[in-house]
């Protein structure tokens, strides 16, 4: 995976420019292509039907599931935009903005491209045999095209370029990483509740327009009303890449996440039930503001902490996870189809189908990785 998620293919390097390479960011990614994984092995036997293949639920275990991806939800993505944002300076800087710019349209487009036309039509097939059989294939897949789970690609690779013209139009002078020790707890503090309190205001109009549950067809963005936080989210990590603040923040912030995490789940969660659609919509931007940057700093504050080496086997999950990310939809499909005549509750199959895709995600990204072509872009 050598950038964002390699998985986003946008920094070349998982380091700011001079610095040693951050293994522990790697090790971010890794964890976060498995929980990929887990979301929509969650939603294959869960309540959410919005996956390539579902079983309905008969048990109440699903409901477990469910609170898995709506925790997902709220963070998970934000997380993965912030940290592919943090790169995206030092790949700019090296490359100049048209370089950057075209690179992105062939790492992040490729792949993007390669999962609509090769992905998605074998992900697809068994929906369209069990349930439209009676329209021919292409007609199906023409009219219901969207880039899946390949969205985040699509929509980091609108933030490079919308960040490489900025710097064009700017021409700004090139700014080399500042600092090396801890920052400020006061001014760290500070700055994350600030950016909540942007993004919580900005969550709660947006979602006024743009409700939870709202899907925009052809453009496939499943969580629009998340919008506002992918975006902050990215541009957080822009601007806190020129400072190191993934590095130099203190680890007390942890205990700043998830103390925020909990106290808006205690007192939004109930709002969020209401039956009053404004209500519900302002306490969940709220909620999702700050569950979204509240637990994206326990997560890395915990990977700086305890995973800031690598190894053989690590070195091979990070190679591999950008190529597991474009083509994991085809592999949890096979693999649920294999499962259907496993009769368990659902939260066992769903332990099931996790256990067996991640080898056979990495297996199969690693085979086809052998390609030199695909290798160059993913």
Same mark, same amino acid.
């Given at each position: 995976?050598?950038?964002?998620?390699?998985?986003?293919?946008?920094?070349?390097?998982?380091?700011?420019?001079?610095?040693?390479?951050?293994?522990?960011?790697?090790?971010?990614?890794?964890?976060?292509?498995?929980?990929?994984?887990?979301?929509?092995?969650?939603?294959?036997?869960?309540?959410?039907?919005?996956?390539?293949?579902?079983?309905?639920?008969?048990?109440?275990?699903?409901?477990?599931?469910?609170?898995?991806?709506?925790?997902?939800?709220?963070?998970?993505?934000?997380?993965?935009?912030?940290?592919?944002?943090?790169?995206?300076?030092?790949?700019?800087?090296?490359?100049?903005?048209?370089?950057?710019?075209?690179?992105?349209?062939?790492?992040?487009?490729?792949?993007?491209?390669?999962?609509?036309?090769?992905?998605?039509?074998?992900?697809?097939?068994?929906?369209?045999?069990t349930n439209h059989a009676d329209v021919p294939y292409?007609?199906?897949?023409?009219?219901?095209?969207?880039?899946?789970?390949?969205?985040?690609?699509?929509?980091?690779?609108?933030?490079?370029?919308?960040?490489?013209?900025?710097?064009?139009?700017?021409?700004?002078?090139?700014?080399?990483?500042?600092?090396?020790g801890k920052l400020r707890w006061i001014v760290a503090?500070?700055?994350?509740?600030?950016?909540?309190?942007?993004?919580?205001?900005?969550?709660?109009?947006?979602?006024?327009?743009?409700?939870?549950?709202?899907?925009?067809?052809?453009?496939?963005?499943?969580?629009?009303?998340?919008?506002?936080?992918?975006?902050?989210?990215?541009?957080?990590?822009?601007?806190?890449?020129?400072?190191?603040?993934?590095?130099?923040?203190?680890?007390?912030?942890?205990?700043?996440?998830?103390?925020?995490?909990?106290?808006?789940?205690?007192?939004?969660?109930?709002?969020?039930?209401?039956?009053?659609?404004? $209500?519900?919509?302002? &306490?969940?931007? +709220?909620?999702?503001? %700050?569950?979204? *940057?509240? !637990?994206? @700093?326990?997560?890395?504050?915990?990977?700086?902490?305890?995973?800031?080496?690598?190894?053989?086997?690590?070195?091979?999950?990070? $190679?591999?996870?950008? &190529?597991?990310? +474009?083509?994991?939809? %085809?592999?949890? *499909?096979? !693999?649920? @189809?294999?499962?259907?005549?496993?009769?368990?509750?659902?939260?066992?199959?769903?332990?099931?189908?996790?256990?067996?895709?991640?080898?056979?995600?990495?297996?199969?990204?690693?085979?086809?990785?052998?390609?030199?072509?695909?290798?160059?872009?993913?």
């Open positions: 995976m050598n950038t964002e998620i390699r998985a986003a293919a946008a920094a070349d390097t998982a380091r700011p420019s001079g610095r040693p390479r951050l293994h522990w960011i790697d090790t971010v990614r890794i964890a976060l292509t498995i929980l990929v994984l887990a979301h929509h092995c969650a939603v294959t036997y869960g309540n959410i039907p919005v996956w390539f293949y579902n079983e309905p639920p008969h048990d109440p275990s699903a409901s477990a599931l469910d609170i898995l991806v709506v925790i997902n939800q709220s963070y998970f993505m934000g997380l993965f935009f912030l940290i592919s944002g943090y790169f995206v300076p030092a790949s700019l800087d090296r490359k100049g903005p048209a370089a950057f710019a075209r690179d992105r349209l062939i790492r992040l487009g490729l792949p993007l491209l390669a999962f609509v036309i090769l992905v998605r039509p074998l992900a697809t097939l068994w929906s369209w045999r292409p007609l199906y897949y023409v009219t219901s095209i969207d880039p899946g789970p390949t969205w985040f690609l699509e929509v980091l690779l609108v933030f490079s370029l919308i960040y490489a013209g900025y710097r064009a139009l700017t021409s700004r002078a090139v700014r080399k990483p500042e600092g090396d503090a500070g700055t994350v509740v600030g950016l909540i309190v942007i993004m919580g205001i900005l969550m709660a109009v947006w979602r006024q327009f743009v409700p939870d549950g709202t899907y925009w067809p052809i453009v496939g963005l499943p969580t629009p009303s998340f919008l506002p936080q992918y975006a902050l989210m990215f541009a957080a990590g822009v601007l806190a890449a020129r400072r190191r603040w993934l590095e130099r923040m203190p680890g007390s912030l942890a205990f700043v996440g998830a103390g925020l995490a909990v106290l808006a789940a205690i007192f939004l969660g109930p709002v969020l039930m209401s039956a009053d659609p404004v $209500a519900s919509s302002i &306490a969940g931007g +709220v909620a999702m503001a %700050v569950l979204g *940057v509240g !637990l994206s @700093l326990v997560v890395l504050v915990i990977f700086r902490r305890f995973a800031p080496g690598t190894g053989p086997i690590r070195q091979f999950l990070s $190679a591999n996870a950008f &190529a597991v990310y +474009v083509i994991h939809p %085809v592999v949890l *499909v096979a !693999l649920a @189809l294999l499962l259907q005549g496993l009769v368990a509750p659902a939260i066992v199959k769903f332990a099931v189908l996790l256990i067996l895709s991640i080898p056979a995600c990495w297996l199969l990204a690693a085979l086809l990785r052998r390609i030199p072509a695909v290798r160059k872009i993913i």
